[in-house]
């Protein structure tokens, strides 16, 4: 478990360098629409709707766990 937490931190401290390195601005085409928006929001929204597909996957996936039952004779 104490792993899996300092992975984390890891990610979370690498995310935080790379997305404070990419500050411009870029424009983004969403069907019709052009909108400006900087490099680190969009990294972040791309992030985040990442994580929460991430989740719902892993949950829909993931078969609950079954009690085992015993048969007494």
């Keep these: 478990m104490k792993y899996k937490i300092l992975f984390l931190m890891f990610l979370i401290v690498l995310f935080t360098v790379f997305v404070s390195q990419n500050t411009s601005i870029i424009p983004i085409n ?5 909108v400006e928006l900087s490099t680190i929001v969009v990294i972040s929204i791309s992030f985040l709707i990442g ?3 991430g989740f719902v ?3 829909l996936f993931s078969a609950p766990k079954k009690e085992e039952t015993t048969v007494e004779n």
């Excluded at 969403?30 to 052009?34: D, G, P, Q, V």
């Design 30 to 34: 969403i069907l019709f629409w052009k």
């Design 51 to 53: 994580m929460i597909l």
């Design 57 to 59: 996957i892993i949950s």
